[in-house]
């Protein structure tokens, strides 16, 4: 199952130029721009893992090219990586684009558990079957 | 790359060079540069480099991004600093760099204090430097051989792996005192290979260094008397010849000295009205007053 989050989330995933030009806009807006990555892409997971510190003060797209492709050495494939803009400015201070870079190889999806509950009512869980049974780091495969 | 349409098969370069807006850059270093032949034919040549480049991209030519590291050597006052920061304006304009900026570190801003701490943070500069002009003033100093556990090797070693691999994304500008330099290259050979303009800032003659000393009264609203242009020239002469003269720098300094005493006198003498033209004309007791004339005769 095709995980979905974020901007973008209904086309195709982006290609390098793509991303390059979307980091493009959010360096002209002044946004400090973020690299992350997980192994628990649940949906109500906001805190992935990152990849360095924000770049705040960069001028130019190419440097969060570098640090993408680093982090795919090491992560490509067996993670989920998402590119992500943060807006410092008063009132906003908070993220303004989110959208994902490169998924896992497999992606098992989630198995929607339906607990009855008092009287007729149901309770739902999505559970990750790629998290739910193995500990982090081995979950998409080594 | 696409495949160029086969009806094209001539270019205009006049109206390329038209166009490109190059002619105005070129024409702008001349006229508020004084001097520095080199640097500037050096700039004509890399201009033309791009020019051509440019248009036989256009033809569907094969060309490869030419590498634009440079090295700057020349004894202080030259003008380093200065034609580096117009590098970026220049190299931006001539379309070789994505975004007009320039990013200046020396040393402390490479080298860590602590082991893991360096390359963390020559990272950090190269990626801010990214897409523009990287400019480490003072160059050898990143490179201690008195020290053997210095951490400026790592520095250097991530530099120059920057520099080759992602030549596209970056322009390095090395700058720093010739003999220094020459030591800092020899020592690093990786260096000199990867640099492929040496330009060599040339030290001003005293004709020059009269039109520069102009150039900067001018910009700062004052003029030379006369005989305080007359006084000036002889300042230069012996300032010249004594031990430190760090050229443009110098005339800066003594033209600071000359406002500084200007200012003292009509603070002292406070009577009547003030004419601008009283407020912008530095007289010769202004330069006169300079110690090094006292310091000439006392050696005569």
Redesign the interface.
């Known amino acids: 199952m095709r995980l979905t989050q974020g901007t973008f989330s209904f086309l195709p995933d982006l290609t390098d130029e793509q991303i390059a030009k979307q980091v493009a806009y959010c360096i002209s807006k002044g946004w400090a721009v973020n690299i992350e990555f997980t192994d628990d892409p649940h949906p109500r997971n906001t805190y992935w893992e990152m990849w360095g510190l924000p ?1 705040f ?7 969060v090219m ?2 993408l492709n680093e982090c795919r050495k090491v992560h490509k494939g067996r993670a989920y990586i998402r590119i992500s803009a943060f807006d410092s400015t008063h009132t906003w201070e908070s993220l303004r684009l989110s959208f994902i870079t490169d998924r896992p190889n497999e992606e098992p999806g989630f198995f929607l558990d339906r607990q009855e509950v008092d009287g007729r009512n149901i309770r739902y869980t999505t559970r990750s079957y790629a998290a739910a049974s193995k500990p982090a780091g081995e979950r998409y495969g080594a | 790359m696409p495949e160029a349409p086969l009806s094209v098969t001539s270019v205009d370069l006049g109206a390329a060079f038209d166009t490109s807006g190059v002619g105005a850059v070129l024409e702008e270093l001349d006229r508020d540069l004084v001097g520095l032949v080199p640097v500037k034919r050096r700039i004509r040549e890399i201009a033309a480099l791009l020019l051509v480049d440019k248009v036989r991209r256009d033809l569907g030519l094969a060309t490869m991004p030419p590498t634009l590291h440079m090295s700057f050597t020349g004894n202080p006052g030259t003008g380093k600093t200065t034609v580096a920061q117009r590098m970026a304006d220049i190299l931006y304009r001539l379309g070789y760099i ?2 007009n ?1 320039l990013v200046s570190v020396t040393r402390d801003d490479l080298v860590g204090q602590y082991i893991g701490h360096t390359a963390p943070k020559t990272k950090e500069v ?7 002009v990287l400019f480490i003033d003072e160059a050898y100093y990143l490179y201690r051989p008195e020290n053997e556990r210095d951490y400026g090797q790592e520095a250097i070693e991530i530099l120059l792996q920057v520099m080759e691999s ?1 030549r596209e ?2 322009v390095v500008i090395l700058a720093g005192y010739a003999d220094r330099m020459e030591r800092f290259f020899t020592s690093n050979p990786g260096f000199r290979s990867r640099i492929a303009h040496h330009i060599d800032f040339p030290d001003y003659t005293h004709e020059e260094l009269m039109r520069i000393a102009e150039l900067m009264l001018e910009r700062m609203n004052y003029r030379f008397s006369p005989e305080a242009r007359e006084a000036f020239a002889r300042y230069l002469e012996i300032r010249m010849r004594q031990p430190h003269f760090s050229n443009a720098r110098s005339v800066r300094n003594a033209l600071d000295r000359a406002r500084l005493r200007q200012a003292v006198r009509l603070f002292e003498s406070r009577e009547g009205k003030l004419t601008a033209e009283d407020l912008i004309t530095i007289r010769p007791e202004e330069i006169l007053a300079s110690r090094v004339f006292a310091n000439a005769e006392h050696q005569a």
Do not use: T
């Open positions: 770049m003060d960069l001028k130019d797209p190419a440097a570098y640090e | 994505r975004s900026h190269l990626k801010k430097a990214m897409g523009g992602r994304d970056l």
